[in-house]
Protein backbone atom coordinates (compact mmCIF):
# COMPACT_ATOMS: atom_id res chain seq x y z
CA UNK A 1 0.00 0.00 0.00
CA UNK A 2 1.33 3.15 -0.64
CA UNK A 3 0.68 6.82 0.70
CA UNK A 4 -0.77 9.37 -2.18
CA UNK A 5 -1.56 12.52 -2.45
CA UNK A 6 -3.48 13.98 -5.21
CA UNK A 7 -2.96 17.84 -6.08
CA UNK A 8 -6.22 18.78 -7.84
CA UNK A 9 -7.98 15.59 -6.67
CA UNK A 10 -11.34 17.09 -6.98
CA UNK A 11 -11.50 18.01 -10.63
CA UNK A 12 -12.05 15.40 -13.19
CA UNK A 13 -9.12 13.51 -13.82
CA UNK A 14 -7.91 14.04 -10.30
CA UNK A 15 -11.25 12.39 -8.84
CA UNK A 16 -10.58 9.30 -10.97
CA UNK A 17 -7.46 8.61 -9.75
CA UNK A 18 -8.71 9.13 -6.14
CA UNK A 19 -11.60 6.85 -6.78
CA UNK A 20 -9.13 4.10 -8.59
CA UNK A 21 -5.80 4.94 -5.61
CA UNK A 22 -8.78 4.08 -2.75
CA UNK A 23 -10.06 1.12 -4.59
CA UNK A 24 -6.69 -0.30 -4.74
CA UNK A 25 -6.19 0.08 -1.42
CA UNK A 26 -4.06 2.82 -1.10
CA UNK A 27 -3.98 5.96 1.49
CA UNK A 28 -4.98 8.52 -0.20
CA UNK A 29 -4.94 12.45 0.70
CA UNK A 30 -5.98 15.62 -1.83
CA UNK A 31 -5.30 19.01 -2.31
CA UNK A 32 -7.14 21.23 -4.45
CA UNK A 33 -8.79 25.00 -3.61
CA UNK A 34 -12.15 23.45 -3.43
CA UNK A 35 -11.40 20.43 -1.47
CA UNK A 36 -13.69 17.79 -1.24
CA UNK A 37 -15.58 17.60 -4.32
CA UNK A 38 -19.69 18.17 -3.48
CA UNK A 39 -20.83 16.85 -6.66
CA UNK A 40 -18.43 13.49 -5.44
CA UNK A 41 -20.41 10.19 -4.84
CA UNK A 42 -19.98 6.45 -3.06
CA UNK A 43 -17.96 5.39 0.17
CA UNK A 44 -14.45 5.96 -1.97
CA UNK A 45 -15.22 9.78 -1.25
CA UNK A 46 -15.17 9.16 2.28
CA UNK A 47 -11.95 7.27 2.27
CA UNK A 48 -9.77 10.83 0.92
CA UNK A 49 -8.50 13.22 3.21
CA UNK A 50 -9.85 16.46 1.65
CA UNK A 51 -7.90 19.71 2.06
CA UNK A 52 -8.86 22.70 0.76
CA UNK A 53 -6.19 25.21 -0.02
CA UNK A 54 -4.26 27.74 -1.94
CA UNK A 55 -1.03 25.89 -3.93
CA UNK A 56 0.47 28.85 -4.59
CA UNK A 57 0.68 29.14 -0.43
CA UNK A 58 2.66 25.54 0.45
CA UNK A 59 2.61 26.62 3.67
CA UNK A 60 -0.82 25.71 4.11
CA UNK A 61 -1.15 22.43 2.80
CA UNK A 62 2.97 21.33 3.20
CA UNK A 63 2.04 19.24 6.00
CA UNK A 64 -0.06 16.89 3.60
CA UNK A 65 3.05 15.79 2.05
CA UNK A 66 4.30 14.39 5.52
CA UNK A 67 4.93 10.75 4.93
CA UNK A 68 3.62 10.32 1.47
CA UNK A 69 5.31 8.35 -0.91
CA UNK A 70 3.96 9.85 -4.28
CA UNK A 71 2.34 12.73 -6.03
CA UNK A 72 0.21 13.21 -8.51
CA UNK A 73 -0.30 16.74 -10.23
CA UNK A 74 -3.72 16.53 -11.99
CA UNK A 75 -4.59 20.27 -11.80
CA UNK A 76 -5.24 22.03 -15.48
CA UNK A 77 -7.42 24.58 -17.19
CA UNK A 78 -8.81 24.38 -20.36
CA UNK A 79 -9.86 28.07 -20.63
CA UNK A 80 -8.29 31.31 -18.84
CA UNK A 81 -9.57 34.02 -16.68
CA UNK A 82 -6.94 36.49 -16.69
CA UNK A 83 -8.59 39.04 -14.94
CA UNK A 84 -9.20 36.59 -11.98
CA UNK A 85 -5.47 35.14 -12.32
CA UNK A 86 -6.46 32.24 -13.87
CA UNK A 87 -4.51 31.76 -16.60
CA UNK A 88 -2.14 28.97 -18.26
CA UNK A 89 1.18 29.64 -17.21
CA UNK A 90 0.00 30.34 -13.56
CA UNK A 91 -2.59 26.77 -13.10
CA UNK A 92 -1.43 24.83 -15.40
CA UNK A 93 2.50 25.51 -15.35
CA UNK A 94 3.36 27.10 -12.50
CA UNK A 95 0.91 25.36 -9.78
CA UNK A 96 3.19 21.95 -11.18
CA UNK A 97 6.06 23.26 -10.76
CA UNK A 98 5.38 24.93 -7.19
CA UNK A 99 4.03 21.56 -5.82
CA UNK A 100 7.02 19.08 -7.37
CA UNK A 101 9.51 21.08 -5.65
CA UNK A 102 7.83 20.96 -2.33
CA UNK A 103 7.67 17.22 -3.00
CA UNK A 104 11.14 17.37 -3.31
CA UNK A 105 11.83 18.88 -0.82
CA UNK A 106 9.70 16.52 1.49
CA UNK A 107 11.79 13.36 0.28
CA UNK A 108 8.91 11.93 -1.84
CA UNK A 109 9.83 9.43 -4.17
CA UNK A 110 7.48 10.08 -6.85
CA UNK A 111 6.33 12.89 -9.01
CA UNK A 112 3.30 12.18 -11.74
CA UNK A 113 3.01 15.52 -13.85
CA UNK A 114 -0.53 15.02 -15.90
CA UNK A 115 0.47 17.37 -18.82
CA UNK A 116 -0.89 16.83 -22.44
CA UNK A 117 -0.16 16.02 -26.10
CA UNK A 118 -1.06 18.94 -27.88
CA UNK A 119 -2.72 21.69 -27.53
CA UNK A 120 -6.44 21.94 -26.16
CA UNK A 121 -8.45 22.97 -29.66
CA UNK A 122 -10.06 25.71 -28.55
CA UNK A 123 -7.40 27.23 -26.56
CA UNK A 124 -4.11 29.39 -27.31
CA UNK A 125 -0.75 27.81 -27.67
CA UNK A 126 0.19 29.48 -24.67
CA UNK A 127 -2.16 26.05 -23.43
CA UNK A 128 0.41 23.63 -24.35
CA UNK A 129 3.45 25.81 -23.70
CA UNK A 130 3.02 26.02 -20.23
CA UNK A 131 2.41 22.65 -19.67
CA UNK A 132 6.02 21.42 -21.52
CA UNK A 133 7.58 24.63 -19.41
CA UNK A 134 6.48 22.70 -16.53
CA UNK A 135 7.82 19.31 -18.02
CA UNK A 136 11.27 20.71 -18.42
CA UNK A 137 11.44 22.15 -15.19
CA UNK A 138 10.62 18.93 -13.27
CA UNK A 139 12.93 16.54 -15.32
CA UNK A 140 16.21 17.09 -13.33
CA UNK A 141 14.55 17.05 -9.70
CA UNK A 142 15.62 14.64 -7.02
CA UNK A 143 12.99 12.17 -7.47
CA UNK A 144 11.76 10.03 -10.24
CA UNK A 145 9.18 11.89 -12.07
CA UNK A 146 7.10 10.59 -14.53
CA UNK A 147 4.97 12.80 -17.36
CA UNK A 148 1.99 11.68 -18.94
CA UNK A 149 0.48 13.20 -22.20
CA UNK A 150 -2.54 12.11 -23.21
CA UNK A 151 -4.35 13.03 -26.07
CA UNK A 152 -8.54 14.68 -25.44
CA UNK A 153 -9.84 12.98 -22.18
CA UNK A 154 -13.19 12.26 -22.19
CA UNK A 155 -15.96 10.84 -19.88
CA UNK A 156 -18.78 11.26 -17.46
CA UNK A 157 -19.14 15.44 -16.16
CA UNK A 158 -16.28 16.12 -18.20
CA UNK A 159 -16.43 20.10 -17.93
CA UNK A 160 -14.78 21.01 -20.66
CA UNK A 161 -16.81 19.19 -23.73
CA UNK A 162 -20.17 19.57 -24.44
CA UNK A 163 -21.64 16.39 -24.34
CA UNK A 164 -22.04 15.68 -28.51
CA UNK A 165 -18.07 15.76 -28.49
CA UNK A 166 -18.37 13.97 -25.36
CA UNK A 167 -19.96 11.21 -26.93
CA UNK A 168 -18.36 11.56 -30.61
CA UNK A 169 -14.80 11.21 -28.08
CA UNK A 170 -15.97 7.76 -27.06
CA UNK A 171 -17.50 6.41 -30.63
CA UNK A 172 -14.12 7.25 -32.00
CA UNK A 173 -12.25 5.40 -28.88
CA UNK A 174 -14.17 2.25 -29.53
CA UNK A 175 -13.07 2.56 -33.50
CA UNK A 176 -9.76 1.55 -33.04
CA UNK A 177 -8.11 1.79 -36.51
CA UNK A 178 -9.68 4.78 -36.71
CA UNK A 179 -8.46 6.11 -32.84
CA UNK A 180 -4.75 4.64 -34.14
CA UNK A 181 -4.81 6.93 -36.99
CA UNK A 182 -5.29 10.21 -35.17
CA UNK A 183 -1.64 9.69 -33.33
CA UNK A 184 -1.41 12.30 -30.21
CA UNK A 185 -5.06 13.05 -31.04
CA UNK A 186 -6.88 10.12 -30.23
CA UNK A 187 -9.32 10.35 -27.34
CA UNK A 188 -9.01 8.56 -23.95
CA UNK A 189 -11.36 7.78 -21.44
CA UNK A 190 -10.57 9.82 -18.29
CA UNK A 191 -10.37 5.92 -16.20
CA UNK A 192 -7.55 4.27 -18.65
CA UNK A 193 -5.79 7.52 -18.09
CA UNK A 194 -6.51 7.67 -14.41
CA UNK A 195 -5.33 3.80 -13.86
CA UNK A 196 -2.14 4.92 -15.81
CA UNK A 197 -1.40 7.70 -13.98
CA UNK A 198 -1.91 5.36 -10.68
CA UNK A 199 0.06 2.51 -11.72
CA UNK A 200 3.14 5.29 -12.54
CA UNK A 201 3.04 6.75 -9.03
CA UNK A 202 3.25 3.62 -7.22
CA UNK A 203 5.65 1.40 -9.72
CA UNK A 204 7.20 4.12 -12.07
CA UNK A 205 8.76 2.62 -14.90
CA UNK A 206 9.03 5.22 -17.67
CA UNK A 207 10.06 9.08 -17.45
CA UNK A 208 7.61 9.69 -20.11
CA UNK A 209 4.22 8.37 -21.53
CA UNK A 210 2.74 9.15 -25.04
CA UNK A 211 -1.01 8.59 -26.09
CA UNK A 212 0.18 5.32 -27.41
CA UNK A 213 1.20 4.01 -24.04
CA UNK A 214 -1.94 5.61 -22.04
CA UNK A 215 -4.01 3.71 -24.83
CA UNK A 216 -2.26 0.05 -24.56
CA UNK A 217 -1.02 0.00 -21.09
CA UNK A 218 1.10 -3.34 -20.36
Known amino acids: MARLLVVGGSGFIGQAICRRAVA ?12 RPED ?25 LRGVDAVVHSVGIA ?13 NGDSAVITALEAERAGVDTYVFLSSAANYPTARR ?60 R ?17 PEARLLTVEDIAHPN
Request: contains cysteine; negative net charge; aromatic residues 8%.
Open 187 to 203: PLPVGRVAGVALDAAVD
Open 79 to 91: HERPQEGVTFERL
Open 126 to 185: AYLQSKRRAERAIESLNMETVVLRPGAVYGPDQPHFPEPFNWLCKIVDSLDPLAERLGEA
Open 40 to 64: AAGRWVDRVEWTSADLFSPHTWRDR
Open 24 to 35: AGHEVRSVSPSG
